[in-house]
């Protein structure tokens, strides 16, 4: 019986290897997909797991909290979701107050039934002991959206979510669509941003992989697209309004500057670099060698030397800002109405009283 199982692995700096943890080796299921440095030396370690925080074995994932000490020893663990959908934590970030801000993917708690569901960005916020605090749901009931990809906690205290919406274009063709959210230092809704779909012809992915903050401020996003027979990647740099900068592209391309047919890949991670500029790494199927580590190093605005790199790519960017609307009679009982100067494609309502209650309309 194939099983999964959580392996943590603490390396010197030269590489060798100083300790190597596995967790929950006798699950069939228990995966860890992100990590983060806490406060007394540790990590936390999220992902899914077939467990519940009782101990016993769920129907369905759920998201999983695993807090380690300095060496990798367990200290605590959570499980949260529901048993009747399957849940998973994919990115965690500290937060001021000690925390930890948490970011995945539920199909839990909404007003369709099971068969029904498709799929929402999950944001988890926990105390320091991994206690949840509140939750929210981003994304469209719809579409079969995959959750942030990565967490950007900004010097300015704000937070940047990024990751792909997913959907069924047709009854058997998918279609992903970049997607940014912003919160304030409060986790309040700032904006959200989705760029344009390219032309259906051209392009039927298209995602936002991670994000980085540059040294003046602003957020360079790592996008991939892709159609049938290439691969390609966008940097996008953006002000803290949501505003362009520039956007340059690079592709996977062989010795002549040709573009190589592949099966599948993506440009996954984006760093800063001490000249100023930009390193992405990512990995690609390239037909007929089989998969390869993809590996880009760019300048500061985002080239990476090649013929692609001012790319002219029907894309677009611009945010949808929170506007100001009347709620009335406030407080309610049983009926509200909403006036807005705007149409509102989305409502989401939330319990002071009850932070795990909350409806999407």
């Known amino acids: 019986q194939d099983t999964c199982m959580v392996f943590l692995v603490h390396f010197k700096d030269n590489l060798d290897t100083l300790w190597t943890r596995t967790y929950y080796k006798d699950t ?32 369905n994932l759920n998201g999983m909290l695993l807090k380690v000490d300095s060496l990798g020893q367990q200290q605590w663990a959570r499980f949260y979701g529901s048993n009747d959908m399957p849940d998973a934590f994919y990115k965690v970030v500290p937060t001021p107050d000690g925390g930890y801000l948490i970011g995945g993917t539920t199909w839990s ?3 369709e039934t099971p068969l029904d569901r498709k799929g929402n960005w999950w944001l988890v916020k926990t105390d320091a002991l991994g206690q949840m605090q509140w939750e929210r749901q981003y994304g469209d ?20 979510l990024v990751g792909t919406f997913r959907y069924f274009h047709t009854a058997n063709e998918q279609k992903d669509e970049a997607a940014l959210i912003k919160l304030d230092a409060d986790f309040n809704f700032v904006y959200e ?18 994000a980085v903050e540059t040294p003046d401020g602003n957020l360079v996003l790592l996008e991939f697209y892709n159609d049938a027979f290439w691969i390609g990647g966008m940097l996008r740099k953006i002000r803290a ?12 391309s062989g010795e002549n500057g040709d573009s190589i047919y592949y099966n599948t890949g993506s440009p996954v991670s984006i760093k800063n670099t001490a000249d100023g500029g930009f390193i992405v790494g990512g990995w690609a199927n390239i037909w007929p060698d089989g998969q390869k580590t993809w590996l880009v190093k760019t300048d500061s605005l985002g080239c990476d030397g090649s013929n692609f790199c001012d790319c002219n790519l029907n894309v677009g960017i611009a945010p949808k800002e929170a506007v100001t609307f009347k709620i009335f009679p406030n407080p309610a009982t049983e009926t509200a109405h ?9 409502i989401e309502v939330f319990s002071l009283s009850d932070p795990k209650w909350f409806k999407i309309f």
């Not at 989705?194 to 936002?208: C, E, N, V, W, Y």
């Not at 949501?242 to 592709?251: A, N, P, S, V």
């Open 28 to 59: 069939m299921w228990t995966v860890g997909r992100g990590l983060c440095a806490t406060a007394d030396g540790g990590y936390l370690i999220v992902g899914e797991s077939l467990y519940n925080t009782d101990g016993s074995i769920s129907p």
């Open 109 to 111: 708690g909404q007003d």
């Open 141 to 160: 009931n719809d579409k079969y959206d995959d959750g942030p990809s990565q967490i950007v906690h900004a010097s300015d205290g704000c937070y940047y």
């Open 193 to 210: 941003l989705r760029p344009d779909q390219m032309s259906a012809s051209q392009i039927h992915q298209t995602g936002l992989s991670d």
């Open 241 to 252: 309004d949501g505003t362009q900068i520039w956007q340059k592209c690079f592709d996977e």
């Open 338 to 346: 909403i006036q807005s100067p705007a149409l509102i494609e989305r």
